[in-house]
């Protein structure tokens, strides 16, 4: 068990690397809507998805169902929630707690499961610290989400994917080659999964309920799902407080 532990906190280290461009945050007095249209968030798109819709017109929708400018814009967050990990091949949780500060390109994550796991990640916007050496976090603005807001800059590509049941997909490359597929609900454009490669190991994210804050879609419950030689991670996150375009000191980012 203890080995687990050990491969489990490394996982993890890189599943919160992955989590925090996903923008997950609680809305105060909206209810779950399971990615379905409802009354609290609007559905409609500046883009009518169809069979044929070309793949920048199913990122078009998707980044508008996501909030638009509203979303594009935002300053800072902090996520503040709980948590469920499971070693490969366990259907045994380790429960925790997360916190999770983004500003611009920086972010802090830290992740407590006592006795097992304790640990804290740093990225200053060009370097990263993690409480368990040799473990590298994503760089936040080049996977997941955060790309959904760039793809009409340059060197930015989006090319078509396969659909996945009743889910259309594409993909957004960056000028670096750094790639994020993503799959939207053929009805409202919102992102219900998206999956992105990092040195190695596959990253995916698939979300479970949404909530309107502030005029951003975001998501409430989510989990991810890490593949490694060692089997497949996963971690299921609820989150229970938040707080948008507040100002972040540099203190908390600091490399230590």
Not at 44 to 68: C, F, N
Not at 101 to 107: K, L, N
């Amino acid at each position: 068990m203890g080995k687990d532990l050990g491969t489990l906190s490394m996982a993890l280290c890189l599943i919160v690397g992955a989590a925090i461009v996903s923008y997950s945050q609680d809305s105060k007095g909206a209810q779950p809507d399971n990615g379905k249209p409802g009354a609290t968030i609007a559905a409609v798109t500046t883009v009518t998805i169809t069979a044929t819709s070309p793949p920048l017109d199913l990122a078009r929708a998707a980044l508008a169902a996501q909030g638009g400018d509203k979303f594009k814009n935002l300053k800072s967050m902090v996520l503040i929630g709980s948590v469920d990990l499971y070693p490969p091949n366990s259907a045994q949780s380790i429960p925790g707690k997360f916190a999770i500060v983004v500003a611009g390109d920086r972010v802090r994550v830290d992740i407590s499961a006592p006795p097992a796991i304790s640990f804290k990640q740093v990225f200053d916007g060009q370097q990263s610290y993690s409480s368990i050496p040799g473990v590298e976090m994503p760089p936040a603005s080049k996977f997941g989400l955060a790309v959904l807001a760039k793809f009409e800059q340059p060197g930015h590509k989006v090319t078509a994917l396969p659909d996945k049941k009743k889910q259309r997909g594409f993909r957004i490359v960056d000028a670096e080659g750094n790639t994020t597929d993503f799959y939207i609900d053929a009805v409202s454009g919102r992102v219900m999964t998206y999956l992105s490669p990092y040195k190695g190991y596959t990253f995916g994210v698939e979300n479970k309920t949404m909530k309107e804050l502030e005029g951003v879609l975001i998501a409430y419950s989510f989990t991810q799902r890490l593949e490694m030689a060692q089997g497949a991670f996963f971690a299921e996150y609820k989150v229970k407080d938040v707080k948008l375009n507040q100002p972040i000191g540099d203190d908390v980012f600091v490399l230590q």
